[in-house]
């Protein structure tokens, strides 16, 4: 089992920043892929940005060039770094933690974050 926690959401003015962090705890030597999703009300939770273990990333193109996603292995966190923030982006943001060889539950969720970004 991996335990996941989000912190950093709030409210911020369009076109500002903000940062998220999420720590795992658990069974994180299973961890492969980590990222961040986002669910806006009465939406589908999407992917937002994915890291590999060895650094490798991808991005929803609806935040591409604008948000930046970063891990540190030892520290078993992952960091989205969001940057010229708009009212679209507003959501609770989820990280999400995928373990490939687990039986029964390869992805872990944390309880989420709100992010609101007023215009």
């Known amino acids: 089992q991996v335990q996941l926690v989000e912190s950093g959401g709030g409210l911020v003015q369009a076109g500002g920043s903000l940062s998220l962090s999420c720590a795992a705890s658990?069974?994180?030597?299973?961890?492969?892929?980590m990222g961040w999703y986002r669910q806006a009300p009465g939406k589908q939770r999407e992917l937002v940005a994915t890291?590999?273990?060895?650094?490798?990333?991808t991005y929803a193109a609806s935040v591409k060039g604008r948000f930046t996603i970063s891990r540190d292995n030892a520290k078993n966190t992952v960091r989205l770094e969001m940057n010229s923030l708009k009212s679209e982006d507003t959501a609770v943001y989820y990280c999400?933690?995928?373990?490939?060889?687990?039986?029964?539950?390869?992805?872990?969720w944390g309880q989420g974050t709100q992010v609101t970004v007023s215009s």
């Open positions: 999400n933690a995928h373990s490939p060889l687990a039986r029964l539950f390869p992805d872990s």
């Open positions: 658990g069974s994180t030597s299973g961890v492969s892929t």
């Open positions: 890291v590999t273990r060895s650094g490798g990333t």
